[in-house]
């Protein structure tokens, strides 16, 4: 993990200039997040077509009481990409005494910020962030061993993996926690095409506005020469792959540089920023299996529109 400001920005630096420099040009979605891209992650989780974020809570809000009744008493909870923490209060509030709860998030401001709110509010809790990229490894004990441990990873951030790397990350996650392990995590799941694209073109165009905002930040981080008029955001469900992806497309013929290295852009040529996937039930408990967790429990809500599930490793 970067230690220092500037080995963040190093790696800002070398994963942009890979990016732009590929034939098929990307960038990782990762870095959507800064302050602004935070909140406007937050807007979007409140848009009328972007249904998972209130599908998501009313599931764990009609289940809390199931899902605590499965759990220890003295959990610590530990949630990767924890954002604006908000979710997680549902558990909170239904959890027997819990030890201690983590949230390990890459926006720093953001994170203290939401940790600090959340403390307040819950003034008997130890509240422990951690600054990390969490597809890394980063520091995590956890008291009374691996049963008592809960990672909490909701939003469909697994579908921001290809199915490879969500395997993977799975995989690692369940060595870093132990047998014993539990995850509680939220899953988009597959249906209707026009459903799907409008949660990612919405129609006041917050969407448009939190892929735009990573050239916005290329510009501010990395001297870069965007000139954000002459890009578009674009979104679309590739069946085939059973994902929607996010691009912003060159509307013309440009060259444009970030710390002095050009990159040319054909007109209609796009960055790749985003991958969201969606997956049947099965599909994600096949995914799940072959990272070696124990599927115990899914809750979905009366449309299938999303999923949760309670995971032991
Ligand atoms: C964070 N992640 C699960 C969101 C998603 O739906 O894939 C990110 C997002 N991108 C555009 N809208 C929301």
């Given at each position: 993990?970067?230690?220092?400001?500037?080995?963040?920005?190093?790696?800002?630096?070398?994963?942009?200039?890979?990016?732009?420099?590929?034939?098929?040009?990307?960038?990782?979605?990762?870095?959507?997040?800064?302050?602004?891209?935070?909140?406007?992650?937050?807007?979007?989780?409140?848009l009328?077509?972007?249904?998972p974020?209130?599908?998501?809570?009313?599931?764990?809000?009609?289940?809390?009481g199931?899902?605590?009744?499965?759990l220890?008493?003295?959990?610590?909870?530990?949630?990767?990409?924890?954002?604006?923490?908000?979710?997680?209060?549902?558990?909170?509030?239904?959890?027997?005494?819990?030890?201690?709860?983590?949230?390990?998030?890459?926006?720093?401001?953001?994170?203290?910020?939401?940790?600090?709110?959340?403390?307040?509010?819950?003034?008997?809790?130890t509240?422990?962030?951690?600054?990390?990229?969490?597809?890394?490894?980063?520091?995590l004990?956890?008291?009374?061993?691996?049963?008592?441990?809960?990672?909490?990873?909701?939003?469909?951030?697994?579908?921001?993996?290809?199915?490879?790397?969500?395997?993977?990350?799975?995989?690692?996650?369940?060595?870093?926690?132990?047998?014993?392990?539990?995850?509680?995590?939220?899953?988009?799941?597959?249906?209707?095409?026009?459903?799907?694209?409008?949660?990612?073109?919405?129609?006041?165009?917050?969407?448009?506005?939190?892929n735009?905002?990573?050239?916005?930040?290329?510009?501010?981080?990395?001297?870069?020469?965007?000139?954000?008029?002459?890009?578009?955001?674009?979104?679309?469900?590739?069946?085939?792959?059973?994902?929607?992806?996010?691009?912003?497309?060159?509307?013309?013929?440009?060259?444009?540089?970030?710390?002095?290295?050009?990159?040319r852009?054909?007109?209609?040529?796009?960055?790749?920023?985003?991958?969201?996937?969606?997956?049947?039930?099965?599909?994600?408990?096949?995914?799940?299996?072959?990272?070696?967790?124990?599927?115990?429990?899914?809750?979905?809500?009366?449309?299938?529109?999303?999923?949760?599930?309670?995971?032991?490793?």
């Amino acid at each position: 993990m970067p230690a220092t400001k500037a080995d963040w920005d190093a790696d800002f630096l070398k994963d942009v200039l890979d990016g732009l420099g590929r034939t098929v040009k990307a960038l990782p979605a990762k870095y959507f997040y800064d302050e602004r891209g935070s909140k406007l992650f937050d807007r979007i989780c409140e848009l009328d077509e972007y249904y998972p974020t209130r599908t998501e809570t009313a599931i764990l809000s009609r289940h809390a009481g199931d899902i605590a009744e499965r759990l220890d008493r003295g959990m610590t909870l530990v949630e990767l990409g924890s954002g604006s923490s908000v979710k997680v209060r549902l558990l909170l509030d239904v959890l027997d005494e819990p030890a201690a709860y983590v949230p390990v998030d890459i926006s720093g401001e953001h994170l203290e910020a939401s940790a600090a709110r959340l403390a307040a509010d819950y003034p008997d809790l130890t509240v422990k962030p951690i600054h990390a990229d969490y597809n890394r490894p980063f520091p995590l004990s956890v008291k009374g061993g691996p049963e008592r441990a809960l990672a909490f990873f909701p939003g469909s951030t697994i579908g921001n993996f290809s199915p490879d790397e969500a395997k993977a990350f799975l995989a690692r996650l369940g060595r870093q926690l132990g047998v014993g392990g539990r995850l509680l995590i939220g899953v988009d799941l597959k249906k209707d095409k026009a459903r799907l694209e409008a949660a990612y073109n919405d129609a006041s165009g917050v969407t448009a506005a939190f892929n735009l905002n990573l050239l916005e930040r290329i510009n501010r981080e990395l001297d870069g020469t965007f000139d954000l008029s002459s890009f578009a955001h674009r979104a679309f469900y590739n069946d085939q792959l059973g994902r929607i992806e996010m691009h912003l497309e060159s509307l013309r013929p440009q060259t444009i540089t970030v710390a002095g290295v050009p990159f040319r852009f054909q007109e209609g040529e796009t960055i790749h920023t985003e991958v969201s996937h969606k997956y049947a039930v099965a599909e994600f408990a096949d995914l799940a299996r072959e990272a070696h967790w124990d599927l115990e429990e899914t809750w979905t809500d009366a449309e299938d529109l999303f999923s949760v599930h309670l995971l032991t490793a």
